[in-house]
């Protein structure tokens, strides 16, 4: 998760499905009875919960202090923490992280404070945007910007290859076990509209109200014809990176 500003009730209703997903990159971290786990991006923490129920101590950190609210309601240990500026030092047994990275720039910061965090042979899994992830949304957000004169959109995220990412990991001492993308074709259930609002609108924070209005209907009537069906059932043009990578030097 990013510092922006989120809103739990909002993202429950436009984006429970991030967490609902998150279940299978967890299954990657294998047995995990008994480990210190770090959940870096834990938003309002039922993937932190799940890695508990799974069996291990886990710590949760979140840069948005309204997610770290909600995840205290679940019992849940976790604090407010910016993925750039991770604290722990040679700490947990294992590092997990789903939907977070894509949002942190610039990137070695984070994978600098993992590597830092983890102990020796510590395993980090994690899963984010990859390379072409949401492209047709980007896209039209360009486009529909552009039509209206307006400053351009400027994506707020970070979608590198598997090649990309992988040189960054073993930079920071990881030896990797796993890394690919994976295309993940995802309903949307409250429309595109729905999570244009939660995920880009804070991107067009500069423009007055009517302009934000204008520029995601805008976006939506131009994704209309590639995501959306007759039906008018919503998709989102998903590719997700996933990797499972282990700290190799102290
Ligand atoms: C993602 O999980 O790929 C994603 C989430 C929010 C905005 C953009 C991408």
């Not at 407010?80 to 992280?97: G, I, K, Q, Y």
């Amino acid at each position: 998760m990013s510092n922006i500003a989120w809103n739990a009730d909002d993202y429950n209703r436009n984006a429970r499905f991030v967490s609902d997903y998150g279940h299978q990159v967890a299954d990657l971290l294998g047995d995990i009875r008994g480990l210190g786990v770090l959940d870096l991006g834990c938003g309002d923490g039922p993937l932190t919960k799940e890695l508990e129920n799974r069996g291990a101590d886990v710590i949760g950190v979140d840069a948005s202090p309204t997610m770290i609210e909600k995840a205290k309601e679940l019992g849940l240990n976790v604090a407010v923490m910016d993925a750039r500026e991770l604290t722990f030092d040679n700490e947990f047994d294992a590092v997990f992280s789903n939907a977070t990275l894509h949002w942190v720039k610039p990137p070695e910061l984070a994978v600098a404070g993992v590597a830092r965090a983890l102990k020796p042979g510590g395993i980090f899994v994690a899963e984010m945007g990859g390379h072409g992830n949401v492209a047709a949304i980007v896209t039209a957000l360009i486009a529909a910007t552009r039509l209206h004169g307006l400053p351009e959109f400027e994506s707020p995220w970070y979608y590198p290859t598997p090649g990309e990412y992988g040189q960054l990991l073993i930079e920071h001492g990881f030896e990797i076990e796993s890394i690919a993308l994976i295309p993940r074709p995802t309903p949307l259930p409250t429309g595109m509209l729905g999570w244009l609002k939660t995920f880009a609108q804070t991107s067009l924070a500069e423009f007055r109200q009517e302009s934000v209005a204008t520029v995601l209907d805008t976006a939506v009537e131009l994704l209309k014809p590639s995501l959306c069906d007759s039906a008018g059932n919503w998709t989102a043009d998903y590719i997700r990176l996933r990797f499972r990578a282990k700290k190799i030097t102290s």
